[in-house]
């Protein structure tokens, strides 16, 4: 419990200099706790998990096996970036599963939301320990646990309820515990970005957006058909790229497309169309507890609708949600 306090001296990291210290330390301390056994991680791609592959490539090199989970929830061509990044930029052990079938499957009809997370979580930790039963040697686990993870453990241990259950890799099956390596653990996440950037990693990795877990399985609405899925995929794709455009992506925290499974009468070329409607939301905060509406420039929005409307198969509306939390949580399931 001890090292997971944050000591009042250690100062913030907000400068290459620092990350650059921070680093040369915890590959120092990596290479101390591995030596020559290997380390397996989960690599989602998210700020965390990439951070903590690229200091462990840094550290152990090809030691370091990074298992890369396709759940079949991913946004457009984030998996392949991820390829992109670390297998042919960082020349990492990297394993691909395409898991979208086992996935897709186990959630086939499926509605409740919470019943939904629970499925996506538990099969994520089923598909990892399928890999990692393959794997020989392995000792360790490295996690991209940060300081406000640690924090809120500790608020959870105290009885506090969360609203929504979010599922991080834990609770790994007895045949498989590693010791773990955290170097992140008493970092917040403005340090981890600027350790990710002194590391090399892309701009646009290092400050992606967060991401939930359970991916676009909790922004297809309801039961989640492959069609509207893949509706969903194409029309969040269009938001991000007028985002990037209209430099919105630079002051909205998060911002994504949802598809309720609802339909209505449209017309397109002269017939009746019916489609479903997708939904924008573009939300600022500072801790995920509340949030509010930042205002997307009419144009914007417009050049939005046109695109999502024109160009995906299956939608035939654009909506846009301007609810503050509270009441709407950031996410509609
Ligand atoms: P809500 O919807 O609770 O979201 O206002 C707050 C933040 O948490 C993210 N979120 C999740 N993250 N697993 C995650 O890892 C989840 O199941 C989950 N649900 C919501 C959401 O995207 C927002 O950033």
């Not at 007895?174 to 950037?197: N, S, T, W």
Request: hydrophobic letters at 40%; charged letters at 25%; glycine letters at 8%.
């Amino acid at each position: 419990m001890e090292n997971n306090v944050r000591p009042q001296t250690m100062a913030r990291i907000n400068t290459k200099a620092l990350a650059d210290e921070f680093i040369a330390e915890q590959v120092e301390l990596i290479r101390k706790q591995v030596g020559d056994k290997k380390v397996l991680l989960a690599l989602s791609g998210g700020v965390d998990s990439s951070v903590v592959a690229a200091l462990l490539i840094k550290a152990i090199g090809k030691q370091l096996v990074c298992v890369h989970v396709n759940h079949g929830l991913m946004r457009k061509n984030e998996s392949e970036n991820v390829i992109e990044v670390f297998q042919n930029g960082l020349n990492a052990n990297l394993i691909y599963v395409d898991a979208t079938e086992r996935f897709l499957s186990l959630l086939a009809g499926v509605s409740d939301p919470e019943q939904k997370r629970k499925i996506i979580g538990k099969e994520f930790i089923n598909v990892f320990a399928d890999e990692a039963r393959k794997l020989e040697g392995i000792e360790y686990l490295a996690q991209g646990t940060i300081y406000p993870d640690i924090l809120e453990s500790i608020k959870q241990a105290e009885g506090k309820k969360a609203v929504k259950s979010h599922h991080n890799v834990g609770g790994l099956p007895e045949d498989l515990q590693f010791e773990l390596v955290e170097p992140l653990k008493l970092l917040f996440k403005d340090e981890v970005r600027v350790v990710g950037e002194a590391l090399g990693l892309p701009h646009a990795m290092v400050y992606r957006q967060p991401f939930p877990g359970p991916g676009l399985g909790v922004r297809c609405l309801g039961a989640i058909t492959r069609d509207r899925l893949h509706a969903l995929r194409e029309a969040d794709a269009i938001l991000r790229e007028e985002f990037d455009i209209s430099g919105l992506a630079e002051k909205v925290w998060q911002y994504f497309v949802v598809i309720p499974d609802i339909k209505s009468v449209g017309v397109k070329d002269d017939s009746r169309y019916e489609g479903w409607p997708a939904i924008i939301r573009a939300v600022n905060t500072k801790d995920a507890m509340t949030a509010t509406i930042e205002e997307i420039p009419y144009a914007v929005l417009h050049k939005i609708t046109n695109r999502i409307v024109t160009e995906v198969e299956g939608i035939n509306r654009v909506l846009y949600d301007i609810t503050p939390k509270p009441t709407g949580t950031i996410e509609w399931e």
